[in-house]
């Protein structure tokens, strides 16, 4: 069932690098993984603030964080695990029990009260997140926290969902039906910044509660699936001072509307791997 709640997100530009603790391990190589919140209603809020990468230097040592312990050097005492709660009114990082068969990363998992609560069946160093980024619940790994920095795969972004750093996986809004919500830019609260940057690249999350078609104004971003809101003044038609849905098009093979040509999305160098390709139809 789903609830009306308030998210915030806050996606870091690129990669967060550093040579933190793999989910799981006291020490070694960086983690990779795919991951946000769990969460509900189409009608939720959702805002988004871009940001400088956060990395880590360091080596794990034990020593806990000053939240309290650390989610990626999961330094905890023997059976608990180190998760991100909000169980004290904010979000922190806090020791609970670790479960007796802990899950691993991408298996389905279960939380135990409220997921913001971090009480689930998912191994050291990973969180329980589904809607709206999975349709069923999954352990995906932290990817950072105010100890260390921990990479993302190539096809992800690390970004605070609801209170917890995790590895976002990039979606591709060319396809419907991909994300049980819909995939949409990360930083729809500014629908003018074009071209845009890797910080606000597209990840499965809440649909908006209205949406519109081609031509239509997207003041907050909420056009129909497989539809962009285009910047103010570049959709035929449309207010110049308000920005409006157009198509999406492939750079590598494109094809608009007569008075459009297929425009990147991203500035040059910006677009992750699996959207290298991906226009929007614009005048010019």
């Given at each position: 069932m789903k609830q009306s709640v308030m998210f915030s997100i806050l996606l870091f530009a690129?990669?967060?690098s550093g040579s933190g603790c793999r989910p799981g391990h006291s020490g070694g190589e960086s983690a990779s993984g795919a991951t946000t919140s769990s969460g509900t209603d189409s009608g939720a809020t959702t805002s988004?603030?871009?940001?400088?990468?956060?990395?880590?230097?360091?080596?794990?040592?034990?020593?806990s964080s000053s939240d309290g312990c650390s989610?990626?050097?999961q330094d905890c005492p023997p059976g608990q695990k180190c998760t991100i709660s909000d169980a004290s009114g904010e979000a922190s990082a806090t020791c609970v029990p670790l479960p007796d068969k802990p899950k691993g990363e991408g298996e389905l998992c279960a939380s135990d009260g409220p997921p913001s609560q971090g009480i689930d069946d998912c191994d050291r160093g990973y969180?329980?997140?589904?809607?709206?980024?999975?349709?069923?619940?999954?352990c995906v790994p932290f990817c950072t926290d105010s100890a260390m920095g921990v990479e993302c795969s190539e096809n992800a972004r690390c970004g605070v969902v609801d209170g917890k750093p995790a590895c976002i996986p990039i979606?591709?809004?060319r396809e419907a039906g991909k994300c049980p919500g819909a995939c949409r830019p990360l930083d729809t609260v500014c629908p003018d910044c074009f071209p845009m940057v890797d910080s606000g690249t597209f990840a499965?999350?809440?649909a908006p509660p209205v949406e519109v078609g081609i031509g239509f104004p997207c003041p907050i971003g909420e056009c129909q699936e497989t539809l962009y809101c285009g910047p103010s003044g570049r959709v035929p038609g449309c207010d110049k001072n308000t920005p409006c849905c157009t198509e999406y098009c492939n750079l590598d093979g494109p094809i608009c509307p007569q008075g459009t040509t297929c425009t990147p999305v991203f500035k040059d160098g910006h677009a992750p791997n699996l959207l290298l390709t991906l226009g929007a139809c614009l005048t010019p």
């Open positions: 690129g990669h967060a988004v603030t871009s940001a400088a990468a956060t990395t880590g230097s360091g080596t794990c040592d034990g020593g989610v990626s050097c969180a329980c997140v589904g809607y709206p980024v999975f349709p069923d619940a999954k979606c591709d809004p499965c999350w809440f």
